[in-house]
Nanobody, 130 residues
Protein backbone atom coordinates (compact mmCIF):
# COMPACT_ATOMS: atom_id res chain seq x y z
CA UNK A 1 0.00 0.00 0.00
CA UNK A 2 1.38 3.34 -1.07
CA UNK A 3 1.45 5.90 1.71
CA UNK A 4 3.01 9.17 2.74
CA UNK A 5 2.76 9.73 6.47
CA UNK A 6 3.70 13.02 8.04
CA UNK A 7 4.69 13.50 11.66
CA UNK A 8 6.31 16.04 13.93
CA UNK A 9 3.65 18.69 14.05
CA UNK A 10 2.26 20.14 17.23
CA UNK A 11 1.82 23.27 19.30
CA UNK A 12 4.81 25.58 19.55
CA UNK A 13 5.32 29.12 20.75
CA UNK A 14 6.19 31.93 18.39
CA UNK A 15 9.89 31.82 17.63
CA UNK A 16 10.08 28.09 18.21
CA UNK A 17 11.14 25.26 15.95
CA UNK A 18 9.75 22.00 14.66
CA UNK A 19 11.07 19.19 12.52
CA UNK A 20 8.52 17.50 10.31
CA UNK A 21 9.00 14.08 8.76
CA UNK A 22 7.43 12.56 5.67
CA UNK A 23 7.79 8.79 5.65
CA UNK A 24 6.98 6.90 2.46
CA UNK A 25 5.88 3.30 2.23
CA UNK A 26 4.96 1.15 -0.75
CA UNK A 27 7.35 2.99 -3.06
CA UNK A 28 10.93 4.25 -3.12
CA UNK A 29 11.34 8.00 -2.78
CA UNK A 30 14.67 7.80 -4.55
CA UNK A 31 12.79 8.09 -7.83
CA UNK A 32 10.50 10.88 -6.71
CA UNK A 33 10.73 14.56 -6.05
CA UNK A 34 9.15 15.39 -2.73
CA UNK A 35 7.41 18.58 -1.74
CA UNK A 36 6.01 20.14 1.41
CA UNK A 37 2.89 22.26 1.21
CA UNK A 38 0.60 23.80 3.77
CA UNK A 39 -2.98 24.91 3.98
CA UNK A 40 -4.71 26.92 6.65
CA UNK A 41 -8.50 27.07 7.03
CA UNK A 42 -10.00 29.43 4.49
CA UNK A 43 -6.72 29.92 2.67
CA UNK A 44 -5.25 28.56 -0.53
CA UNK A 45 -2.75 25.74 -0.62
CA UNK A 46 0.77 27.13 -0.42
CA UNK A 47 4.14 25.68 -1.34
CA UNK A 48 6.76 25.52 1.39
CA UNK A 49 9.64 23.63 -0.20
CA UNK A 50 10.45 20.88 -2.69
CA UNK A 51 13.49 18.71 -3.27
CA UNK A 52 14.55 16.88 -6.41
CA UNK A 53 15.34 13.18 -6.65
CA UNK A 54 18.01 13.76 -9.31
CA UNK A 55 20.48 16.50 -8.57
CA UNK A 56 19.43 17.55 -5.10
CA UNK A 57 18.05 20.84 -6.32
CA UNK A 58 15.74 22.58 -3.89
CA UNK A 59 13.07 25.20 -4.16
CA UNK A 60 11.80 27.28 -1.24
CA UNK A 61 8.54 29.16 -1.38
CA UNK A 62 8.48 32.80 -0.41
CA UNK A 63 6.39 32.37 2.72
CA UNK A 64 9.00 30.50 4.75
CA UNK A 65 12.19 31.05 2.77
CA UNK A 66 15.12 31.51 5.13
CA UNK A 67 13.30 29.79 7.99
CA UNK A 68 13.02 26.25 6.66
CA UNK A 69 15.41 23.57 5.45
CA UNK A 70 14.34 20.54 3.46
CA UNK A 71 16.39 17.36 3.33
CA UNK A 72 15.97 13.76 2.30
CA UNK A 73 17.29 10.43 3.49
CA UNK A 74 16.61 7.94 0.72
CA UNK A 75 17.89 5.07 2.84
CA UNK A 76 15.14 5.81 5.36
CA UNK A 77 12.61 6.64 2.64
CA UNK A 78 11.98 9.87 4.48
CA UNK A 79 12.04 13.60 3.78
CA UNK A 80 12.39 16.19 6.53
CA UNK A 81 11.38 19.81 6.94
CA UNK A 82 13.20 21.78 9.61
CA UNK A 83 11.26 24.90 10.53
CA UNK A 84 12.66 27.72 12.66
CA UNK A 85 11.52 31.13 13.90
CA UNK A 86 7.92 30.04 13.60
CA UNK A 87 5.20 32.68 13.54
CA UNK A 88 1.48 32.46 14.31
CA UNK A 89 0.76 32.89 10.60
CA UNK A 90 2.60 29.61 9.98
CA UNK A 91 -0.28 27.77 11.63
CA UNK A 92 -1.60 25.27 9.08
CA UNK A 93 -1.83 21.64 8.10
CA UNK A 94 1.49 20.66 6.55
CA UNK A 95 1.54 17.78 4.12
CA UNK A 96 3.98 16.17 1.73
CA UNK A 97 3.58 15.06 -1.86
CA UNK A 98 5.61 12.91 -4.25
CA UNK A 99 6.03 13.32 -7.99
CA UNK A 100 7.73 10.98 -10.45
CA UNK A 101 11.17 12.43 -11.12
CA UNK A 102 11.13 11.25 -14.74
CA UNK A 103 8.26 13.59 -15.54
CA UNK A 104 9.44 16.75 -13.82
CA UNK A 105 10.96 19.53 -15.89
CA UNK A 106 12.10 21.59 -12.92
CA UNK A 107 11.76 21.49 -9.15
CA UNK A 108 10.13 24.92 -9.29
CA UNK A 109 7.41 23.51 -11.56
CA UNK A 110 6.84 20.58 -9.25
CA UNK A 111 6.47 22.98 -6.33
CA UNK A 112 3.51 24.77 -7.89
CA UNK A 113 0.41 23.92 -5.84
CA UNK A 114 -1.44 22.98 -9.04
CA UNK A 115 1.14 20.42 -10.14
CA UNK A 116 -0.44 16.92 -10.52
CA UNK A 117 1.57 14.96 -7.97
CA UNK A 118 1.37 11.19 -7.74
CA UNK A 119 0.99 10.71 -3.98
CA UNK A 120 -0.27 12.83 -1.12
CA UNK A 121 -0.11 12.54 2.64
CA UNK A 122 -2.85 13.53 5.07
CA UNK A 123 -0.74 16.09 6.82
CA UNK A 124 0.36 17.07 10.29
CA UNK A 125 -1.04 20.08 12.09
CA UNK A 126 1.30 22.88 13.13
CA UNK A 127 -0.06 25.47 15.53
CA UNK A 128 2.05 28.46 16.54
CA UNK A 129 0.89 30.45 19.54
CA UNK A 130 1.70 34.12 20.01
Amino acid sequence: QVQLVESGGGLVQSGGSLRLSCKASGFTIGYYAIGWFRQAPGKDREEVSCISDRDGSIYYGDSMNGRVTISRDNAKNTVYLEMNSLKPEDTANYYCVAANGNLITSIRTMCDPSYPNDYWGQGTQVTVSS
